[in-house]
């Protein structure tokens, strides 16, 4: 069965040092892979988007890396800081999929301490 | 900016009744997605459309219609709600990848 997984348990870093988190899926063919934020509340907001043709994609403090062969995707925030602190969310979109529909993981909440 | 907003922050209501959320987006935005969020589950898509008066089922749309009469707002109707529904509910809009989300509905169904 199709699967989209990534850390369930909570992730607690000191600040400044770099967060990584996981993302993993099975029985998929992506054509692309979103890294989504969310904070207690709120609805999730997009932060980056890596093609299955990319190998790593960087905006400001973040990374991402897109490994289609071990079917996985590492999300780091370099020089983390407390108000990095939220719920991250990976999400794929198969390719063919119309419309743009996206299926996400369940989220790994990262805690920043100072 | 883009605004996706939804009806009510929070919603109460009693099992059997008809319940009705709301989405509008101000973006002129084709495709509009209904999600449900539960802990350890996280996002789960419920129907999506992309384009005025086309829907898509999603993953879980058992218990649960749409309605898209006008291309800005997107309606979820759970005909007859049942405890189980209880949940967050999220709506999001796009023109391509990016999705932008609404603050979300927490339904409560007693």
């Known amino acids: 069965s199709q699967k989209i997984e990534q850390n369930s348990e909570a992730l607690n870093i000191q600040e400044g040092k770099t967060a990584t988190l996981t993302c993993n899926y099975t029985n998929y063919s992506p054509a692309y892979l979103q890294w989504y934020r969310q904070d207690p509340g709120r609805g999730p907001v997009f932060l980056l988007l890596?093609?299955?043709?990319?190998k790593e994609k960087r905006k400001e403090r973040l990374k991402v890396t897109f490994d289609t062969t071990l079917k996985q995707s590492l999300f780091h925030i370099t020089a983390s800081q407390p108000a990095d602190s939220a719920t991250y969310l990976c999400a794929l979109s198969s390719r063919g999929n119309q419309g743009g529909k996206l299926i996400f993981g369940q989220g790994t909440e990262l805690s920043v301490k100072p | 900016d883009v605004k996706v907003t939804q009806s009510s922050r929070y919603l109460v209501k009693r099992t059997g009744e008809k319940v009705f959320l709301e989405c509008v987006q101000d973006m002129d935005h084709e495709n509009m997605f209904w999600y449900r969020q539960d802990p350890g589950l996280g996002l789960r898509l419920i129907y999506f459309?992309?384009?005025?008066?086309?829907?898509e089922k999603g993953d879980i749309p058992e218990g649960y219609s749409v309605s898209r009469e006008k291309k800005e707002r997107f309606s979820l109707i759970l005909e007859s709600a049942s405890t189980n529904q209880t949940s967050m509910y999220l709506c999001?809009?796009?023109?391509?990848?990016?999705?932008?989300f609404g603050p979300g509905t927490r339904l409560t169904v007693l």
């Open positions: 459309s992309y384009d005025v008066k086309m829907k």
């Open positions: 999001a809009s796009s023109s391509g990848t990016e999705k932008f």
């Open positions: 890596i093609r299955e043709n990319e």
